[in-house]
């Protein structure tokens, strides 16, 4: 069975807000509620593989304390760029 866009951005949503550490699921969250929705098919793909690497390696490539992966180097300036939310 496929699975649907719409469900695709669910679970990409819920694997955001559910990491190992607060710092990342608010990074991950206020990114995710901004952009999956708009984000195509392959920048999905692109946004689950970095959501299976490692919680400290993401946080310093988020925070620019270490340059990432070439691969993800587009998608952690869009993490860290994204403001939070105004109430």
Do not use: C
Not at 25 to 50: K, N
Not at 58 to 77: M, N, R
């Amino acid at each position: 069975m496929t699975e649907t866009h719409e469900h695709r951005i669910k679970r990409l949503a819920m694997r955001s807000m559910r990491r190992g550490t607060k710092e990342m699921d608010i990074l991950l969250m206020r990114f995710a509620d901004a952009h999956l929705s708009q984000m195509t098919a392959d920048e999905l793909d692109l946004y689950d593989a970095l959501l299976g690497e490692n919680d400290q390696d993401l946080y310093l490539w988020i925070s620019g304390q270490a340059i990432g992966p070439d691969v993800y180097a587009q998608l952690i300036k869009s993490i860290a760029e994204t403001p939070a939310p105004t109430k």
